[in-house]
């Protein structure tokens, strides 16, 4: 098993900054992408960056330009640096890993932090 824990999140005005942060531990050998999704009230669960352990990024279109995932392979952690954060971007933030082992692929999530951008 994989446990993903996340911090960071909060309230913050529009054109402001967050950090969050993810960190695995349990199972961690064979995760290779780890990711964050978002879920607003109402709205499908939705990708907001990946990355790979080797380092090749993926971001949503709503981001682009404005969010950075970045990830630490020592310390098993995942960041997600959002600039320019507008109110559309209120949501449960979710932290994904996905693990391969045996050729056996297992998805893991993250309890979620709430991220609120006030206009």
């Known amino acids: 098993q994989v446990q993903l824990v996340e911090s960071g999140g909060g309230l913050v005005q529009a054109g402001g900054s967050l950090r969050l942060s993810c960190a695995a531990s349990?199972?961690?050998?064979?995760?290779?992408?780890m990711g964050w999704y978002r879920q607003a009230p109402g709205n499908q669960r939705e990708l907001v960056a990946a990355?790979?352990?080797?380092?090749?990024?993926n971001y949503g279109d709503s981001v682009k330009g404005r969010f950075t995932i970045s990830r630490d392979n020592a310390k098993n952690t995942v960041y997600l640096q959002m600039n320019s954060l507008k109110p559309e971007d209120t949501a449960v933030y979710y932290c994904?890993?996905?693990?391969?082992?045996?050729?056996?692929?297992?998805?893991?999530w993250g309890q979620g932090t709430q991220v609120t951008v006030s206009s």
């Open positions: 994904n890993a996905d693990r391969m082992v045996w050729g056996i692929p297992t998805n893991y």
């Open positions: 349990g199972s961690i050998v064979g995760i290779n992408v």
């Open positions: 990355i790979t352990r080797g380092g090749s990024t």
